[in-house]
């Protein structure tokens, strides 16, 4: 199983930014998909999940309303909407997905809001 990130970058404050996750060596349809986030100093944060199936969604209070998270099983990618970014959401930020006991989890695509 194979994760990566990417579509992060430098953004000012109240902006927006998409992330983006391609996942590979697993029937991507079948799993929840996950966004977590690291901040420096700081543990990581689970951020959304999105179900398999009819892909219910799920979000930590701190990005609800702001960050929706999708996915397009063709193309076995899920995605992170981020808007109205504000400083304290700068972070690396993680695709995640867990297989029976096993864990994957990308590389991280950094993220950081500042004007």
């Known amino acids: 199983v194979q994760l990566v990130e990417s579509g992060g970058g430098l953004v000012q404050p109240g902006g927006s930014l998409r992330v983006s996750c391609v996942a590979s060596g697993l029937t991507f349809s079948m799993y929840d998909m996950r966004w977590y986030r690291q901040a420096p100093g700081k543990e990581r944060e689970w951020v959304a999940t999105?179900?398999?199936?009819?892909?219910?969604?799920n979000y930590a209070d701190s990005v609800k309303g702001r960050f929706t998270v999708s996915r397009d099983n063709a193309k076995n990618t899920v995605y992170l909407q981020m808007n109205n970014l504000k400083p304290e959401d700068t972070a690396v930020y993680y695709c995640?997905?867990?297989?029976?006991?096993?864990?994957?989890r990308g590389q991280g695509t950094q993220v950081t809001v500042s004007s």
């Open positions: 995640q997905v867990t297989l029976g006991s096993l864990l994957y």
């Open positions: 999105i179900r398999s199936g009819r892909a219910n969604t």
